[in-house]
């Protein structure tokens, strides 16, 4: 990835670490929740800086197949997968001031897999019918979780990420025009 002069940003550099801490989650038989952590606070940080043209030009898409090899490696498929039984776990607790935290792993999975690497080229069957899973808990929690307020939802977030908003959705109040809960439509990983 170029290097941003505008904002003295170095993108490359932003690269390497994550996919230096994708590959340390490969590798590594500890600290499973902290590395996988890491790794999408790296790849979160690298999202938020480069532009949507950066991250699909020829290094942006060379970034993505290494990424891809990566996510795939080691001890990354049975972290990630914890990463989304968490998710869920997290989603399914939203009720008890854990809605924010789920709505933050959510918008990174989906951060991941619509930004960097499609979900079916990483995730299990079983991990990606429990994406689903996640969102139906967010769906259902929704009405007894603590709002998030305009201000708690990150500048960053896209109105496609509607999870952040479904609490107000749900009791009627005025929310940005963010699209309804969706369905995920088929999980079958071949056939998509």
């Known amino acids: 990835m170029k290097v941003s002069a505008d904002a ?3 993108l490359p550099g932003m690269a390497r670490r994550a996919l230096d801490a994708f590959a340390e989650s490969a590798s590594r038989r500890r600290d499973r929740d902290s590395l996988m952590d890491n790794a999408f606070a790296a790849l979160f940080d690298l999202y938020r800086t480069a532009t949507p043209a950066q991250l699909r030009s020829p290094a942006g898409l060379e970034f993505n197949a290494t990424l891809a090899e990566l996510l795939v490696s080691g001890n990354n498929p049975a972290r ?18 854990a809605y924010r935290p789920a709505c933050w792993r959510r918008s990174m999975l989906e951060l991941l897999g619509e930004e960097f690497v499609p979900w079916r080229d990483f995730l299990s069957p079983v991990d990606l019918e429990a994406v689903a ?11 007894n979780a603590r709002p998030v307020s305009d201000e708690e939802v990150p500048a960053w977030v896209p109105e496609s990420h509607w999870w952040w908003w479904e609490p107000a959705r749900q009791r009627g109040e ?19």
């Open 8 to 10: 003295g940003v170095d």
């Open 80 to 97: 990630l997968s914890l990463y989304v039984v968490r998710s869920q776990t997290a989603a399914e607790n939203g009720q008890h001031e």
């Open 133 to 143: 899973r996640v969102d139906e808990a967010l769906v259902e929690v929704a009405g």
């Open 174 to 192: 005025d929310v940005p025009d963010v699209p309804e809960p969706r369905d995920s439509g088929t999980l079958d990983a071949v056939a998509d």
